[in-house]
Nanobody, 121 residues
Framework: QVQLVESGGGLVQPGGSLRLSCAAS????????MRWYRQAPGQQRELVAG???????NYADSVKGRFTISRDNAKNTNYLQMNSLKPEDTAVYYC???????????????WGQGTQVTVSS
């Protein structure tokens, strides 16, 4: 009913920047919170950043001051600007959204397919 499509991942050198995008489409009445998670090989998935429909944000301590999450409610899209990237930021990044869907009017969690971010020289 709802699809999340991430883009913007890739290979970057330490100290570089990337911007991830997550576009939601489908039977969307309203998107509540949107979040980015990441999962490195052999590690658990962890929350990186989140943003509410009102624009309140939260970040993992490891990315504070380097990453910025934002959203365009009119486009049902959110962005993760990642600066000063470090090798330890290497992971698959997943978009997550809490969506109020048309018809059911229930809160449902949706996930994107993930996009690889590799920070290496």
């Amino acid at each position: 009913q709802v699809q999340l499509v991430e883009s913007g991942g890739g290979l970057v050198q330490p100290g570089g920047s990337l911007r991830l995008s997550c576009a939601a489409s489908g039977r969307i009445f309203r998107i509540l919170a949107m979040r980015w998670y990441r999962q490195a090989p052999g590690q658990q998935r962890e929350l990186v950043a989140g943003i509410t429909s009102g624009g309140s944000t939260n970040y993992a301590d490891s990315v504070k001051g380097r990453f910025t999450i934002s959203r365009d409610n009119a486009k049902n899209t959110n962005y993760l600007q990642m600066n000063s990237l470090k090798p330890e930021d290497t992971a698959v990044y997943y978009c997550n959204a809490d969506v109020l869907t048309i018809g059911t009017m229930l809160h449902t969690d949706y996930w994107g397919q993930g996009t690889q971010v590799t920070v290496s020289s």
